[in-house]
């Protein structure tokens, strides 16, 4: 939003469609690390550090949606607190629209505050239970002083509305909702400033299975409507495939695949994400090919004390010395797909 658009007062309560996207890079991450010191002792000296996320490159253009995936543990939110600035990066270069917002302060970060916008994963915990509706999703227009010509009020019911929400609901508390109705309550406050992107932490994982997808078309709609950017950051193979245009993987807080949808899907070149996609239950018992399945052996490594060269080694039965020597770049293996191995899947060397 620019400027101009918070001096005078606004035309429209409910956010417009964003301008045509030109599919340029409007998120750009290089080198992007976040390590947590492990303290011990009473003068609590450091002897190690926990790296959650251990340098990860990638980019959202304006207007698609970038899934990523990965098991727990492997870095996926802690990446998605550090785009949107709600955790300090330990290293690494973040930049929105082409500016630089790694380490930018509170003031500093406050105007990017309204184009970057977060839903949160646990629709329970993520809405404060003192608080009525209205003075939630109505927040982010104080907090910024954004003015609107029908006052806050009429704003955040129509905000409601567009959400699947009865504008009644206004003076109601939290716990007066179910799980999908307070993530749709979550979804109406990221909404409320009109942002360029949304972050969206597993958006469905705490909801009912019937409930998921009307989540999951709302998110879609609301992108289609008002032109909007995601990120969203899942464990849910079957959810990604159905909101993304492309999709990263990650593991131990390396991305190891990156590629558009359909491609990623249908050829997985990393053993990793073949091991994912292996997983993933085929819905008919009736059809007569039959996809086998990957079972990887041990556990996942330590983020404390990851593997040395490539972090999946450890249970990949592709591995060769080379392999524990030298960690494998993120390279383009064909157009629009990159992944890190020495020996990738379906490639046409194999």
């Not at 620019?2 to 599919?23: E, F, G, I, K, L």
Request: hydrophobic fraction near 35%.
């Amino acid at each position: 939003m620019t400027d101009s658009q918070t001096a005078a007062p606004q035309t429209a309560t409910v956010p417009a469609p964003a301008p045509a996207s030109d599919r340029e890079p409007l998120l750009r991450v290089t080198g992007l690390t976040r390590h947590f010191p492990v303290t011990k002792g009473l003068f609590k000296r450091q002897v190690g550090a926990v790296r959650a996320v251990d340098g990860i490159d990638f980019s959202v253009n304006a207007g698609e949606t970038l899934g990523v995936v990965g098991e727990s543990g492997c870095g996926k939110s802690t990446m998605g607190r550090l785009v949107t600035r709600l955790d300090e990066p330990t290293g690494g270069k973040i930049e929105f629209e082409g500016a630089d917002i790694t380490h930018l302060g509170v003031g500093a970060m406050r105007p990017y505050r309204r184009d970057i916008q977060m839903i949160f994963q646990d629709p329970y915990s993520s809405l404060n239970p003192r608080h009525t509706i209205g003075t939630i999703v109505g927040a982010p227009f104080r907090l910024q002083k954004v003015a609107t010509e029908h006052g806050v009020k009429k704003a955040v019911q129509d905000l409601l509305e567009l959400c699947g929400l009865s504008p009644e609901h206004y003076n109601r508390y939290p716990h007066e909702f179910s799980g999908g109705q307070r993530q749709r309550i979550g979804i109406a406050r990221a909404l409320a400033l009109k942002p360029k992107m949304i972050i969206a932490d597993e958006p469905v994982s705490a909801l009912d299975v019937s409930i998921q997808a009307q989540v999951v078309n709302l998110l879609d709609d609301l992108q289609q409507e008002l032109g909007l950017t995601y990120l969203i950051i899942a464990h849910d193979l079957s959810v990604v495939r159905h909101v993304s245009d492309r999709v990263a993987v990650m593991y131990l807080g390396k991305v190891v695949e990156i590629a558009e949808r359909d491609s990623l899907y249908a050829s997985p070149m990393h053993p990793y994400t073949n091991a994912l996609m292996s997983a993933v239950p085929v819905p008919d018992p009736r059809r007569k090919e039959r996809r086998e399945r990957i079972l990887l052996t041990g556990d996942v490594p330590s983020p404390l004390n990851p593997p040395s060269g490539c972090r999946f080694r450890t249970r990949c039965w592709k591995a060769q010395d080379i392999c524990a020597s030298q960690e494998p770049p993120l390279t383009a293996a064909k157009a629009g797909h990159q992944v890190a191995c020495h020996f990738p899947e379906n490639s046409a060397t194999e």
